[in-house]
């Protein structure tokens, strides 16, 4: 049995079936770890995942390759026993445990990574609802204190991610926090030469009864905005005459902070703004024939979907607040969260040829910089940085 001296556990129980954007970070990370490191005969990556998803789950794509083995767990990661997975893993001779999210096991003895995304469930108002919503969030503060006092160190999605850590749990943690930006799905980028993709918008044209039409990816939780869009899509509809459409795409909740159909009657809407799930392929084909994607988010970690539309050829409007400016730079229209003036302004401009033409050409320029393999590279380099520091002591 060969004896790896590395070997690195990744907390992969986030990949659900139905996968969500942390899912999605685990997976293309692990995919990348496995291409950087398969002519290295010193590293092991040990991939800890829910018993019960182990066979429809997708990192059944990765099985046989070099240096990976996996580990089935019972917990779920939101459990009160998740603090206890250490006496789980225990036996696996780990050498660095990396795990996604902010609400790090209160126990573990091995040396430590932990990714936080953003600080959305701990500071933005209303994000978790109710007395039970009251106790989440002073428990993700904990969590998140938990996180930032155990791990060697601490990987940030984002420069405004590590700002606002620093800002809320203060500036002792600083050096410990690492900014690593993630990737662009290959999928969206080999997708522009590929007409598959293009195809499939016409039954959904067809279903949900639209043509040309904006574009929003995501939830409808607060901080999403998403009310004040309908209002300034209304406003932009009341000012132009036309017949394009606003397409929320994703999963809403309807909760005593928003119910869509609701609102949609009170805006006089609900022939204009249409609401639906697809699949990623159909999410592509909506991307590549968007006139243009729309992202006022009020607070996000990242803010992967403006650079999945840009890297389709598609226009982004976007909130100038927390990461989205970073991450946008030069290649979006910036507005207010909070005007529906300037949003609506911002809707008429991306309708202009020469608007239309740089946004797009800088949003493909911009797009290069975001790769799973840089993000897969930086992380690698972490995970040695700590482990040599730690067989050094």
């Known amino acids: 049995m060969r004896t790896y001296k590395k070997n690195i556990c990744i907390d992969a129980r986030f990949i659900y079936p139905q996968i969500d954007g942390i899912g999605r970070y685990l997976y293309n990370l692990i995919k990348h770890l496995i291409l950087i490191t398969q002519d290295r005969d010193d590293i092991k990556f040990t991939i800890l995942e829910i018993d019960k998803f182990y066979n429809n789950s997708l990192l059944r794509n990765f099985e046989g390759e070099k240096n990976i083995d996996f580990v089935k767990i019972p917990i779920i990661p939101h459990s009160i026993l998740n603090n ?58 904990f969590e998140n204190k938990i996180a930032l006092l155990k791990a060697n160190k601490i990987i940030a999605v984002s420069n405004n991610t590590k700002k606002e850590l620093i800002k809320f749990y203060g500036e002792k943690f600083e050096d410990k926090i ?3 930006y993630l990737g662009i799905d290959e999928k969206f980028l080999l997708s522009r030469k590929q007409n598959y993709y293009q195809t499939l918008i ?32 209304k406003e932009f509809k009341s000012r132009n005459s036309n017949k394009i459409k606003l397409l929320l795409i994703g999963k809403f909740f309807n909760d005593r902070y928003m119910n869509l159909q609701k609102e ?25 024939n968007a006139l243009a994607f729309i992202y006022i988010s009020l607070s996000e970690g990242f803010g992967l979907p403006i650079l999945e539309a840009m890297s389709l050829g598609t226009p982004v409007i976007t909130s ?33 040829d ?15 910089n975001f790769t799973w393999e840089n993000c897969a590279s930086k992380t690698l380099e972490i995970y040695e940085q700590v482990i040599e520091r730690k067989m050094n002591l």
Do not use: C, W
């Not at 430590?112 to 428990?139: A, E, M, W």
């Not at 990461?323 to 911002?346: D, Q, R, T, Y």
């Not at 239309?356 to 320029?365: K, P, S, V």
């Open 202 to 233: 016409e039954p959904l044209r067809k279903k949900y009864n639209f043509k040309e039409y904006f574009l929003y990816v995501g939830n409808n939780r607060p901080h999403k905005n998403i009310l004040l869009l309908l209002k300034a899509f």
């Open 178 to 180: 690492e900014v690593i």
């Open 264 to 288: 949609l009657i009170e805006l006089n809407l609900t022939e204009d703004v249409i609401n639906f799930t697809v699949t990623d392929d159909e999410l592509i084909s909506l991307y590549s």
């Open 320 to 352: 100038d607040r927390s990461s989205l400016k970073e991450i946008g730079g030069n290649a979006a229209l910036f507005v207010n969260p909070f005007s529906i003036n300037e949003i609506v302004e911002a809707m008429e401009k991306v309708l202009i």
């Open 354 to 368: 020469e608007i239309r033409i740089n946004l797009i050409n800088n949003g493909l320029q911009r797009t290069s």
């Open 84 to 141: 206890f997975i250490y006496y789980l893993i225990r036996n696996y001779q780990i050498s660095l445990f990396h795990y996604p999210q902010f609400n790090f096991p209160l126990i573990m003895k091995y040396p430590s990574i932990v990714t936080i995304h953003d600080l959305n469930p701990q500071t933005f108002p209303n994000f978790f609802v109710g007395l039970g919503g009251l106790f989440k969030k002073y428990y993700s503060i």
